[in-house]
């Protein structure tokens, strides 16, 4: 009989310790480590000999392109690069409630008919989907639907002649393997079950959907291990309070990886955003100062978002910087540049940055729309009516050419902004670009300060006066 012997694994990251301590050595979180046991299987090392030559082919060759299943839900499509691929792994991760469930069951209502799908929930009965289904008017949709938590069940279902094409698998927090004895939702239940389900999808051609809870540090709950075990990686984003939800591919083996998809959560179920910038915008104002449209790019579609900012005199000893929806670090160095090159200073107040609209932005391109937001915030000059900024930041104070401007400053146009402020790397020639907008070059940070300062007040940077 194999021996079997007990290990603590980290809940969060999966690393396996001898011992347990209240401390994951690899990953820093605390009270993470849970004993599980183990079936050690003897190590076999290899024998010499007995292997199969490998025949090695040209690369270049005949191939099929992966036929795809187009779901019909076109923001989700985009994000798989075009719909499902049979045969292929897919991992959904988000927090409980952001839609995981709900977006799902649309899918599989939205395929049904032309390919045979089934949902298999281990969180809800029969009945709650039935009746979320029913709610979401796609009950007729011919969906094979199932309370299981058992893989073995699974994926005896999924070895017969008449499988679906296509299953979701809702949780894989709940699947648990019979031939182990961790509970469902430690690393190994959950590391098992998805390599014994992927497994036989790969054998049958099944496109399987796993959805995954997410930990509130944003990883996956145990499963950072599936993220390699799957050919695809989607994560649904989106802030509680704000009825926009984000579908953002992490991994794509099939397709692009830097898409979103956007949606509306109504009381129907989930509903595609078309124009995602439109609805960004929808509750901006115009003339405040400390806010700016952010011309961005969401991997091939440009996305424009307001940023806002607050600079305000801190009752603190430490000023409090706080960051929704962009990168901390991204702020430091905005504002470093700003104190030591432009002689902006930030010091002494609190600032806080907001993307409005529940969006992360992740790109370079935002520094300067970031620091007009600031500058603006700081003097009380308003960013120029109906302008769009983008573009990077060096720690020179330079501001560097960003990637598809012209995509950029096309939407812009399209939803009736008339300016840009860009770096001056892009202007060519200087006359109005595609859509007729006037741009603004800007070809250091100074040019920014100079732009948004307010020639009546000498005491707007802080300790030194601006000159110029
Ligand atoms: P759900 O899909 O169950 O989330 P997950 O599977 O990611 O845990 O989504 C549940 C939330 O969505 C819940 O808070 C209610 C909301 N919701 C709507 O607003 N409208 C709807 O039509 C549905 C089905 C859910
Ligand atoms: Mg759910």
């Known amino acids: 009989m194999a021996k079997s012997t007990s290990t603590f ?14 401390k994951c050595e690899a990953c820093g979180a605390w009270n993470t480590l849970v004993e599980e046991i183990v079936e050690a299987a003897a190590p076999k090392g290899m024998k010499p000999g007995g292997g199969r030559r490998l025949a090695f082919v040209e690369l270049d060759g005949e191939t099929t392109d992966a036929p795809r299943r187009v779901t019909g839900i076109g923001e989700f499509d985009r994000v798989l690069g075009g719909g499902l691929v049979p045969g292929s792994a897919t991992l959904i991760g988000g927090d409980p409630g952001i839609g995981k469930s709900t977006v799902l069951l649309q899918v599989v209502a939205g395929l049904a008919g032309r390919s045979k799908c089934a949902y298999v929930s281990g969180e809800e009965s029969v009945d709650q989907v039935r009746m979320r289904a029913r ?14 938590t058992s893989v073995r069940d699974i994926v005896a279902s999924l070895d017969t ?11 894989i927090q709940t699947m648990y393997v019979d031939a ?24 049958r051609g099944v496109a399987v959907l796993l959805v995954g809870h997410v930990t509130k540090e944003g990883a996956i709950a145990g499963p950072r291990v599936l993220e390699h075990m799957v050919d695809t990686v989607l994560y649904f984003e989106g802030e509680r309070g704000h009825q926009f939800r984000i579908l953002r591919g992490v991994k794509n083996r099939f397709g692009p990886t830097d898409e979103i998809g956007v949606f509306e959560m109504t009381e129907r179920g989930l509903v595609e955003v078309g124009n995602p910038s439109a609805l960004f915008l929808s509750d901006r104002q115009d003339d405040v100062s400390g806010a700016c449209v952010f011309a961005g790019m969401e991997g091939t579609r440009p996305v424009l978002v307001e940023i806002q900012a607050l600079v305000a005199p801190s009752p603190f000893g430490t000023p409090r910087r706080a960051v929704v929806g962009w990168d901390s670090n991204r702020l430091a160095m905005v504002t470093a540049v700003l104190e030591a090159r432009c002689g902006v200073s930030l010091a002494g107040n609190d600032v806080f940055l907001n993307v409005a609209g529940g969006l992360r932005v992740s790109e370079p391109a935002a520094d300067l729309a970031v620091a007009a937001a600031l500058i603006s915030s700081l003097t009380g000059v308003p960013v120029p009516k109906a302008s769009v900024v983008f573009g990077e930041i060096g720690l020179a104070a330079e501001v560097r050419a960003v990637t598809h401007a012209e995509p950029r400053l096309k939407e812009a146009a399209k939803l009736g902004f008339s300016k840009a402020l860009l770096p001056a790397a892009r202007r060519k020639g200087g006359g109005p670009s595609a859509g007729g907008l006037e741009l603004v070059a800007i070809s250091r940070l100074h040019d920014l300060v100079e732009l948004l300062h307010d020639p009546g007040d000498d005491a707007q940077f802080g300790r030194r006066a601006f000159s110029g």
């Open 9 to 22: 694994v980290c809940q969060d990251c999966g690393s396996v310790h001898p011992k347990w301590a209240g």
């Open 135 to 148: 709610r979401l008017g796609i009950a007729s949709a011919s969906v094979g639907l199932a309370a299981a």
């Open 161 to 171: 002649t008449d499988r679906p094409d296509i299953i979701v698998i809702d949780s």
């Open 180 to 203: 182990l004895d961790s509970a469902p939702g430690t690393v190994t239940q959950v590391r098992a079950s998805a390599q014994e389900l992927i497994r036989v999808a790969k054998k």
